[in-house]
């Protein structure tokens, strides 16, 4: 099973700064098979990203991905205040899919 | 735009089973596969299986192996996740997600079911 660790836990920063979030992963994983995830409280989660760097339906251009075998970034150039949330990464090159622990963006 | 309604929130004893379904709007269901995810409360996501509803075609995780199953229905356009033998630790929501690209199950989750919140309590 491919582990997932991101870093940090958790993430202080005010809106308008920029946010640099971190997946590792414990074996190479194709860059198409990775996606990222923002999850609200008491809602489900919504894909940002897909393909490592592509993002999905309606998602705004401040989001962006990057990355390549085992290290993967998401970035969020300025945050805005409805982005602080708990964001996901996610593998499915490997059986079983897995997902990351999730990082925390906090005000 | 393709919605998924899960069904409601289920409390089960220890030992039992429990059938989550979830539902989806529009006409393309039978082509993405609809996985199901769970998250305990507090904790992350962890992806438990899924199906290409066109073909039958399941992929569970391991850790499940055995006790999940998951069925769908061409003719309502629902998914249906089996979890038996409950214990305590299965006490999560439980949420469907539908496969981005057509026919894999392995790929990006772009659309997701609310969710539905399963409590395991003797």
């Known amino acids: 099973e491919i582990v997932l660790t991101q870093s940090p836990g958790t993430l202080s920063l005010s809106p308008g700064e920029r946010a640099t979030l971190s997946c590792r992963a414990s074996q190479s994983v194709s860059a198409s098979y990775l996606a990222w995830y923002q999850q609200k409280p008491g809602q489900a989660p919504r894909l940002l990203i897909y393909?490592?760097?592509s993002r999905a339906t309606g998602i705004p251009d401040r989001f962006s991905g990057s990355g390549s075998g085992t290290d993967f970034t998401l970035t969020i150039s300025r945050l805005e205040p409805e982005d602080f949330a708990v964001y996901y990464c996610q593998q499915f090159g490997g059986s079983p899919g897995t997902f990351g622990q999730g990082t925390k963006l906090e005000i | 735009q393709v919605q998924l309604v899960q069904s409601g929130a289920e409390v089960k004893k220890p030992g039992s089973s429990v059938k989550v379904s979830c539902k989806s709007s529009g006409d393309t269901f039978s082509y993405y596969a609809i996985n199901w995810v769970r998250q305990a409360p507090g904790q992350g996501l962890e992806w438990m299986g899924g199906i290409i509803p066109i073909f039958g075609t399941t992929e569970y995780a391991q850790k499940f192996q055995g006790r999940v199953t998951i069925t769908a229905d061409d003719s309502t356009a629902t998914a249906y996740m089996d979890l038996s033998t409950l214990r305590s630790e299965d006490t999560a929501v439980y949420y469907c997600?539908?496969?981005?690209?057509?026919?894999?199950?392995?790929?990006?989750?772009?659309?997701w079911g609310q969710g539905t919140m399963v409590t395991v309590s003797s």
């Open positions: 997600a539908k496969s981005r690209i057509v026919a894999s199950i392995t790929d990006a989750f772009d659309i």
């Open positions: 393909g490592a760097s």
